[in-house]
């Protein structure tokens, strides 16, 4: 039986007893009448708050009120509970969809970091390939100069600084940008009738290969280190302004706004396959980590996911709520996501797997002309019409750092280096920023034409540009 208090006849919540009465109270409600009569409200005689006995009871459950027993009243009480039910299921919903944004920045960081691994791994493996070189070498050296031949042991001291030199730059993959120099360039790729080289890349696995496109709709493979052109490939019928160089096969992509994707054999000297994803002119080329897969961006506002081996569009999306043409596309380097930009200034980034766009980052002015994810993968950098590259933190999915560059600036080519040490930049001249810092180490202003391809050789030990004025130049040491 539940205890009742006499003044209320409710049931208290701390309740207590009077000596004087023999009577349950609740604390809060006898202390306000002993304060006002310093007597038992039940039979007058005096009585202090000292005298009053708490009873220990447990937490009592408070019957309904006499306005629940109504059907009205309870239908209100239990709209009230179903209220506060789906109030807290909102709540709820809210930190499952943080703690899974929480978790796939971390999968990114952990799939950074592996890669990074694996990366200082094989550069430590090649330093101590060259140092195993160096020994023996170096025995030679202390053999001869014993035998009392000095033009002979200088020369192998500067085998061993050659070699030395070699081991260190595995070791130190960053060399200082701010001393290169133009030491190199080349007019004759492309044909002087029709002016201007649009597209440049480097051979991944041989960075003395260049492969350039160009106005003339050829595709020109060129050799540094011979100084010769490889191969000229044509097909296309209109300019070439996308060009990719496969990383372990003798293979090269090309793009055009002749609608046509064209994959070449550089041995052979001729086109393979020739994809057709589009209606409209091919504005972006990107090849998946895989090496089997290219992603393409077009004017008729469709992405498309296409295997190399068959030439067969395996997807092809648009964002039908933006309906705007898409002007680049670059994957991630896991492969699992990729970013487009569009005629109307957006940065769109899209799941593969689920062919969805996943993030919006809006902030240019005009439409974006270039994008690029640094090799770690946490940093995106874009370039548009508005003469500004902007930063993008893909784990916080926001602009930490937009360099404003001079009035009517034209960025047209972004990259960063295989560390993620350097930003170049391509466009009215070509500018080099240091990562972090963001700031600017080296610019150089020898095209006489906009600068439309921008390139690092193998551990940023040069850089290569090309232009409207048809020249491909180097920049070394």
């Known amino acids: 039986m539940s205890l009742v208090c006499a003044i209320?006849?409710?049931?208290?919540?701390?309740?207590?007893?009077?000596?004087?009465?023999?009577?349950?109270?609740?604390?809060?409600?006898?202390?306000?009448?002993?304060?006002?009569?310093?007597?038992?409200?039940?039979?007058?005689?005096?009585?202090?708050?000292?005298?009053?006995?708490?009873?220990?009871?447990?937490?009592?459950?408070?019957?309904?009120?006499?306005?629940?027993?109504?059907?009205?009243?309870?239908?209100?009480?239990?709209?009230?509970?179903?209220?506060?039910?789906?109030?807290?299921?909102?709540?709820?919903?809210?930190?499952?969809?943080?703690?899974?944004?929480?978790?796939?920045?971390?999968?990114?960081?952990?799939?950074?970091?592996?890669?990074?691994?694996?990366?200082?791994?094989?550069?430590?493996?090649?330093?101590?390939?060259?140092?195993?070189?160096?020994?023996?070498?170096?025995?030679?050296?202390?053999a001869q100069a014993v035998a009392s031949q000095p033009h002979v042991t200088v020369n192998h001291f500067s085998s061993i600084s050659f070699l030395l030199n070699t081991a260190l730059n595995y070791v130190y993959v960053s060399v200082s940008l701010s001393l290169f120099l133009c030491v190199s360039v080349c007019q004759g790729l492309h044909s002087a009738s029709v002016p201007g080289i649009l597209s440049l890349d480097l051979c991944p696995s041989d960075t003395n290969k260049v492969l350039t496109g160009g106005a003339d709709k050829n595709v020109v493979v060129f050799d540094k280190k011979e100084e010769q052109i490889i191969a000229t490939l044509k097909g296309h019928t209109k300019k070439v302004t996308s060009v990719i160089y496969h990383p372990s096969q003798s293979v090269v992509f090309s793009a055009s706004p002749d609608s046509t994707i064209r994959v070449w054999s550089v041995t052979g000297g001729n086109c393979v396959q020739v994809v057709r994803a589009h209606e409209a002119s091919v504005t972006g080329l990107s090849l998946h980590a895989t090496g089997d897969y290219l992603l393409s961006s077009s004017e008729d506002q469709y992405w498309a996911f296409s295997d190399i081996q068959t030439g067969r569009v395996l997807t092809k999306v648009t964002d039908e709520a933006a309906g705007c043409a898409l002007t680049c596309a670059q994957f991630h380097p896991d492969g699992l996501i990729f970013g487009t930009g569009t005629a109307d200034s957006q940065i769109k980034i899209w799941d593969l797997k689920e062919r969805t766009n996943v993030a919006?980052?809006?902030?240019?002015?005009?439409?974006?002309?270039?994008?690029?994810?640094?090799?770690?993968?946490?940093?995106?950098?874009?370039?548009?019409?508005?003469?500004?590259v902007k930063l993008w933190d893909l784990r916080k999915l926001?602009?930490?750092?937009?360099?404003?560059?001079?009035?009517?600036?034209?960025?047209?080519?972004?990259?960063?280096?295989?560390?993620?040490?350097?930003?170049?930049?391509?466009?009215?001249?070509?500018r080099v920023y240091i990562c972090k810092q963001w700031s600017e180490v080296l610019n150089f202003t020898e095209h006489t034409g906009v600068v439309t391809g921008v390139a690092f050789g193998e551990h940023a030990q040069f850089l290569t540009s090309t232009g409207m004025d048809r020249s491909l130049k180097f920049y070394s040491l």
Not at 105 to 127: F, G, M, N, P, S
């Open 398 to 430: 926001k602009n930490f750092k937009t360099i404003t560059l001079d009035n009517n600036y034209e960025v047209k080519s972004l990259v960063f280096d295989q560390s993620g040490t350097y930003l170049a930049v391509g466009g009215t001249d070509i």
């Open 8 to 142: 209320s006849n409710e049931v208290p919540e701390h309740p207590c007893v009077s000596p004087v009465s023999n009577q349950v109270f609740e604390r809060r409600l006898i202390e306000k009448y002993i304060a006002e009569n310093g007597a038992d409200p039940m039979n007058g005689q005096p009585l202090s708050e000292e005298q009053l006995i708490d009873i220990k009871v447990s937490h009592p459950i408070r019957p309904k009120a006499p306005s629940s027993t109504s059907i009205p009243a309870i239908l209100k009480a239990l709209q009230d509970e179903w209220d506060a039910v789906m109030l807290h299921s909102f709540t709820l919903r809210q930190q499952l969809q943080t703690t899974r944004q929480e978790l796939s920045h971390a999968l990114y960081q952990h799939d950074a970091a592996c890669r990074v691994i694996a990366r200082l791994t094989k550069e430590v493996t090649a330093a101590r390939e060259a140092l195993a070189t160096l020994k023996p070498q170096a025995g030679l050296v202390v």
């Open 360 to 388: 919006n980052f809006p902030g240019h002015i005009g439409p974006v002309t270039s994008i690029a994810f640094s090799e770690n993968g946490y940093y995106l950098a874009t370039g548009a019409q508005d003469s500004s």
